[in-house]
């Protein structure tokens, strides 16, 4: 190989070059060696050749690094370190977390969060606010719904509760089960019923719901010993004589009280009593709703016949639904008053259209006995709705529960049942009343005012009057069994519950015996006598809220002596625990239609640990009175809003938040 050409003289730094101006400026000497020179911009030595500094001075590396030069001097680290998120930060953020999880998807976070920061531009803490999907999901996730759930936890602390569970099956095929529980909040002084837990389950079979129930029990530090009762629906799975949820959960608690919920029996009991009345009438409430469920031209067409003849608009006809205990009544009412216009409605489609269906429904609102029945149903279920909303209330008075609930099936016995019959039995005994022995011939039954004067005002003929009376009655001795068959249990516990009604409780001569009610709960006043004592010194104090059930025992419970210990610990402690039971299951069924509105079809991928985070959070929101504009964070929730413990999380959390940030 031919040798390398060596340079004929050696290339030094030349001063003049300092002087030139492509170089001025950045151009230096390297001292210990001359051959080199240096770029003071890029802290580098190049060669002593004008022509290589002139490509350096044209660099990209260098037209850079000198553009940050004349910028200025660099900033101290200490002044890229992020300062701690003030306080006023953390509330809006929190308080915008709670907005996003009580009205809308995620999604919607990424717009708002920079729409939030641009509506004032001198406001310091709108500037601050940073806030997208990963970030909020964190803070629901993370923040809010753990804070609230330790505030339940400790809030219960030791107390006695009750549970109301159901299971489901989500959009997405998942089986899931719902816990409310029913508990004395000392905190707010009230009998608080409010969203537990929401579990993923395999199975809906009896074992594994216990299992769960139990596991989630011990994971969240309650006291299995502490739970007095769980309310349930008429199941089998739940309420079997046995291996059933309440049968495994009594094993491991023998004080336990199972209730099954009012409000499904008696909407049972109507549904059984419904099937001795013709089924065409089932097939009216049915069609009429689905011929205008899915036609806006049939809808348009009825309101102009039915705004021709009372100037009102039409009301919307329900559809009939197994979960919703109301539709059917309200179904019936709103037919009945849109009667006519519907007669009319379907006899004009019927001759336009030839439609088979529109005849059928034309000839059955044209049969007058039709509209007996349905006046007669108005009228008996007005009464079994009503006494059904008094369970599903919240601020329904426990101790007066019993008493409209025998008011209920005495009434209507009281239409089958001669009343020298029903004068022998007390009004607290109608449950175990052999009423069939005893039932009037058709002629004597008097099936109510609105029924006497809608017959005598319709050509009917005696015949088929005399059918639909007979068929009434039968549905009134149907529904009269289905209670009595149905809601003992309930009623013997609520006749218990009955005895620490405040006037009873506070009556010289009235006050009732409850050894027995004490010695079933054991665990709730284990000094017997120091409880019957109590209970006997009531009369002597003037009480002032004689009127509320629960104010009074609240006020018995922060009576205190003169030492400041509570005067009434034994006797308030059961009777609040009583006061606690569940007697219906309306509150898991508002939970399940939440879920239903949290996990649509749009978002079946979210998982169930994000469902019952958003759950928790809606449901404390929905307790506040304005909800999300009244929310304040807690200052639990702000010790929880750091990174640590927003993003520390493990592998499996992180797959569910990666899961709920895309939706």
Known sequence: ????????????????????????????????????????????????HKKDLLLHGKSKKHQEAEKRSLAGPSKKITEFMKKGLTASRKIAELKIAAFICEHCSLATIDHLGSLVKNLDKSSEILNDVKLHRTKCTSLILNVLAPSILNDLLLDVADSKYSLIIDESTAVDSTKMLCVMIKYFSKKQTKIVTTFYKLIEIEKGDAITISAAVTKQLELDGLKLGNLIGIGVDGANVMVGAHN?????????????????????SLHLAAEYAFKLLPRHLDFIIKECHNWFSCSTKRQIAYKQIFETLTDQKPLKIDQLSGTRWLARYNAIVKILEQWDALKIHFGIVKDNERCYMAEQLFQMLSDQTNVLY??????TLKEIIRVNKLFQSEC???????????????????????????????????VDFKFEDYIMDIELINLGYSFNSKASSLAIKQNELLMVRTRCK?????????????????????????????????SKIRQPEITNIALSFSTICPDLDSTIAEWKSLPRINWINLHDTEKFWVEVAN????????????????????????????SVERAFSIINVVKNKLRNRLAIHSTDAIMR?????????????????????????????????????????NAFSEL
């Open 396 to 430: 329904a008075d426990p101790l007066k529960l019993m008493e409209d609930l025998n008011l209920l099936l005495f009434n209507n016995l009281s239409i089958l049942v001669p009343p020298m019959k029903l004068q022998k039995i007390s009004k607290n005994n109608v």
């Open 244 to 264: 059933s949820v309440a049968s495994f959960l009594k094993a491991k608690n023998n004080e336990l009280v199972i209730i099954k919920c009012v409000c499904h």
């Open 559 to 586: 009576n205190v002596d003169a030492a400041g210990e509570p005067r009434y610990k034994n006797i308030s402690s059961l009777a609040l625990a009583l006061l606690s039971l569940p007697f219906s299951n309306a």
């Open 474 to 506: 039968d549905f009134l001795v149907e529904l009269c069994r289905q209670i009595q068959m149905r809601i003992p249990e309930s009623m013997n516990i609520l006749e218990k519950i009955n005895s620490f009604n405040p006037e009873l409780a506070t």
């Open 1 to 48: 190989m031919p040798k390398e050409k060596e340079s004929l003289y050696t290339r030094k730094y030349r001063v003049a070059w300092e002087s030139d101006a492509e170089l001025k400026g950045w151009i230096g000497p390297v001292l210990a060696d001359e051959t080199k020179s240096l770029c003071k911009i890029c802290k580098c030595t190049l060669a002593a």
């Open 374 to 379: 349905f006046t007669f149903l108005s009228w």
């Open 617 to 657: 959070v809606r449901w404390y929101l929905c307790n506040l009175k304005n909800g999300c504009t009244d929310f304040q964070p807690t200052e639990n929730m702000l010790q929880y809003f750091n990174s640590e413990r927003m993003y520390d999380c493990k592998k499996e959390e992180k797959e569910v938040l």
